[in-house]
């Protein structure tokens, strides 16, 4: 009875061998599709700390400024930003520079030569779409 059984399955997958051999390819795609979307899903589900989300969420108000700060505005930081410079006060007219952090009042920006303080500059970042201008 077995060896009938099997012959008749090998008769039917012959016969019917491109229904087959799709079938296994779309099993085969599919267990991946899940396979790769559990492990996505249980990467998201790693609390990296949970806490600090929250945290952030209940304090948003500016941090308390010391006496000795006399700015009027508080910096924001964040992760520098690589942008494009314009000055007459540099040689070849342009520059490049990072954005350490801003402020209501200005920029802090890193630039491998120094240029007088309080000197006017245009700025635009670097991976800003050409639509964009520079910003006095």
Sequence with gaps: M???????ISTWV???LPFVVGGLVGFVVLSMLFL???RRNRLATIPVNPGTHTEKALNWAPPEQSFADRRGA???DGQPVRVLLASSAFRNGMNDGYVLD??????RVAMPSAIPVGSTMQVR????PDTIGFVT
Excluded: P
Excluded at 2 to 8: A, I, K, R
Excluded at 102 to 107: A, Q, V
């Design 102 to 107: 801003r402020s209501t009042g200005g920029l």
């Design 74 to 76: 508080v910096r924001r």
């Design 2 to 8: 077995s060896v009938q059984l099997v012959e008749s």
């Design 36 to 38: 790769a979307n559990r």
């Design 14 to 16: 012959w016969a019917n």
């Design 125 to 128: 970042a670097v991976m800003a």
